[in-house]
């Protein structure tokens, strides 16, 4: 029986967030399960969720290496798959995530054959060997009930994980087109839905943990969404659950009244912006009136918000990170992450970026939004870094996980986490720094070249 491992990589070392990740991708889980379904003898490792990087014991015996990779982890799957093939001349490595689908040049040297795009519909003939060509290109699954449900036991370690968060995938496609984003060139702009019924039925033989929609844009439609809901509720289902969505689902109030009442505790918003300009200049179909408005109506139904903003457009200066601090200390975020504006391969960001020579660097393992990689219009690529310092030390800090502790609402879900995260976010960050010493001293060194006083394009 051929032997199959998929393996998503970590970050580079110098990323710590990537050593509290404990949410796989469900690409691989996805593909994993087909595959296992068709008769191959598979498995998974998660490199984040090992806590550890693979060694050789695991990639020996090895027929087939599948790797699927993000921009910011393809340095690490080019290695796994050099280390692959020292053990195994004979074995094959296949690629694929976005970062494959977005630049393949890249990658190419690197890899027996390079899959494109979505390949749940030819993850068979592709481990069967019946694509002889490098290059394969899938189509985006249309019937999304049609895909098995994942089966996470295949991950190396999952069973261990006390408390779990299972992702869970209602949709694919994202009908928007922020130029920083590359969701819509993988995915597209059409918006694919599975029937209420199939996720119902899924989440319902997750009986621990909490649930995590991992939608781009959870409840782009709404008629769906409050199906779900009600058979969330109808079931008696008891798990907790969080969601990534857009500002614009906010307007329907009656809608996040009920996701509190079916169990959601926690919503992730791309905010990006407090200032106008940046929203418009980003194409991010959104208001500053509409972040506020959505931070307003979930915490008036007792939902958690964590705010995810970046930094680094050419509407954006010096002063915006004070009003970006004080604009999420008056709205009361609960969480908060910030990110360099960061020009992944794929987007129209990066097309501009790289047509106007202000991109610095091309090694991907600093593609993670929490290093500078390009250079902006009104400050110097270390002024932006300082800058992201300055923000994530003005939100996590001691002094204020010790005051949210002793006046958060004791009926909140979770009174104490609000508390204990910024504890941690402190401790992230400091060490964050600590590793990145080397990095900010390459800003500051390229930073001192003269910067264009004017836009260099219209």
Not at 36 to 49: L, R, T
Not at 119 to 124: D, F, G, M, P, S
Not at 257 to 264: N, Q, S, T, V
Not at 399 to 411: H, M, P, Q, S
């Amino acid at each position: 029986m051929t032997k199959v491992l998929f393996i998503e990589p970590t970050g580079a070392y110098s990323n710590v967030f990537d050593k509290v990740m404990t949410i796989p991708l469900l690409g691989p889980v996805y593909l994993a399960t087909i595959a296992q379904k068709s008769g191959f003898d598979v498995s998974i490792i998660n490199e984040n969720i090992l806590g550890r990087k693979i060694n050789s014991e695991e990639l020996q015996n090895i027929d087939i290496l599948c790797l699927s990779c993000l921009t910011a982890t393809v340095n690490r799957g080019k290695k796994i798959a050099r280390q692959f093939k020292s053990l195994n001349p004979n074995g094959k490595t296949i690629l694929g995530g976005i970062h494959a689908s977005m630049i393949p040049e890249d990658v190419k040297s690197n890899f027996d054959q390079i899959v494109l795009g979505e390949a749940e519909n030819i993850i068979v003939d592709i481990l069967s060997n019946k694509f002889k060509e490098k290059t394969v290109s899938g189509a985006p699954i249309q019937n999304l009930d049609s895909l098995p449900f994942p089966n996470f036991n295949l991950i190396k370690g999952w069973k261990k994980i006390k408390f779990k968060r299972w992702p869970v995938m209602t949709s694919r496609g994202c009908p928007y087109n922020c130029n920083f984003c590359s969701v819509t060139a993988m995915f597209g702009r059409k918006y694919r839905t599975r029937s209420p019924e199939s996720v119902m039925k899924e989440i319902s033989q997750y009986n621990e943990g909490n649930i995590f929609f991992i939608d781009d844009h959870f409840s782009v439609n709404p008629e769906e969404t409050f199906q779900l809901l009600d058979l969330m509720l109808k079931s008696g289902f008891s798990r907790l659950w969080s969601a990534q969505i857009r500002t614009n689902v906010t307007k329907n109030s009656k809608l996040i009244a009920k996701m509190k009442e079916a169990g959601c505790f926690m919503l992730y918003f791309g905010f990006e912006s407090p200032n106008p300009r940046t929203l418009e200049e980003i194409q991010k179909s959104q208001t500053v009136e509409d972040i506020e408005r959505s931070i307003k109506i979930c915490h008036e139904n007792d939902i958690m918000i964590l705010g995810m903003f970046m930094i680094g457009a050419d509407s954006d200066t010096l002063d915006d990170f004070k009003l970006l601090s004080k604009f999420c200390k008056k709205q009361k975020i609960d969480f908060f992450q910030v990110a360099a504006l960061t020009p992944l391969p794929g987007t129209p960001l990066y097309e501009k970026l790289k047509k106007e020579d202000r991109i610095l660097h091309t090694n991907w393992d600093h593609y993670d939004g929490m290093h500078v990689v390009s250079k902006p219009l009104n400050m110097t690529p270390h002024e932006l870094q300082k800058g992201l310092k300055y923000c994530y030390g003005r939100f996590y800090s001691y002094l204020k996980g010790i005051k949210i502790y002793l006046t958060r609402n004791k009926d909140y879900h979770y009174p104490r986490f609000p508390s204990a995260m910024r504890f941690m976010g402190k401790r992230i960050m400091k060490k964050w720094y600590k590793y990145n010493k080397s990095y900010m001293a390459y800003l500051k060194e390229v930073s001192k070249k003269p910067r264009p006083a004017t836009s260099p394009s219209p």
